[in-house]
C-alpha cells in the first residue's frame, strides 16, 4: 500500500467512526459505505479497512483482507495483508464469489452444463460441443475434466 497521507484531525474523526467492542468482535464501520458494502473514509475514498491494516502493520504489499468476512470490520485482529488469490479464495469459501451462471462472464448456464455432459457421453467431439454453444473447445474440455463447473451433476 501506497503511505498513508492523514493529518492528525482525520486520524481521530477516523477512529471515532469506528464501533470498538471486544477484541474478538467485528468494530464495524459507522461512516460511509461502498456500493459493495465497504467502509469509506475521506473524499479521497480510502478503505477503512485498508486505512487499519496500514496502522496497525504500517506499509504491506496486496490487499487488506478479512478473516471475518464482515465488509464493514475495521478490526485489526480480523485484517491480514494477502494476495489476489487469498482474496478469490476466501470469496469462495464465505460464498461471496460468483460462480457459476451466477458469475458475470458466464456464458453458459446449469442447464447448458448437463446436455453438454450428456453429449460428451455420446461421444460427440469437444469442437462440435463447443460451436452447439458457441463457446471454445478449451470450455468443454474443462467440463470434460471436471475443472469448471464441478458443482453442476
Not at 19 to 25: I, P
Not at 41 to 49: A, C, E, G, I, R
Not at 71 to 88: E, F, T, W
Not at 110 to 126: F, M, P, Y
Request: hydrophobic residues 30%; proline residues 3%; charged residues 25%.
Amino acid at each position: 500500500m501506497k503511505p498513508l497521507h492523514l493529518t492528525n484531525t482525520q486520524l481521530e474523526r477516523f477512529v471515532t467512526l469506528i464501533d470498538k467492542g471486544e477484541d474478538t468482535d467485528c468494530w464495524n464501520w459507522l461512516g460511509s459505505v461502498s456500493n459493495e458494502g465497504y467502509g469509506r473514509f475521506t473524499k479521497k475514498n480510502l478503505s477503512t479497512h485498508r486505512i487499519m491494516l496500514y496502522l496497525t502493520i504500517g506499509p504491506y504489499q496486496g490487499l487488506a483482507l478479512h478473516t471475518c468476512g464482515n465488509r464493514q470490520c475495521c478490526n485489526p485482529n480480523h485484517l491480514y495483508a494477502g494476495s489476489n488469490r487469498d482474496n478469490v479464495k476466501d470469496a469462495l469459501k464465505d460464498g461471496t464469489h460468483p460462480v457459476g451462471e451466477k458469475h458475470p462472464h458466464a456464458k453458459l448456464t446449469c442447464t447448458d452444463v448437463k446436455k453438454i455432459r450428456r453429449l460428451l457421453g455420446k461421444g460427440l467431439s469437444n469442437q462440435d460441443i463447443a460451436r452447439r454453444f458457441s463457446v471454445s473447445a478449451k470450455a468443454i474440455y474443462n467440463i470434460k475434466k471436471s475443472r469448471t463447473w464441478v458443482a453442476v451433476q
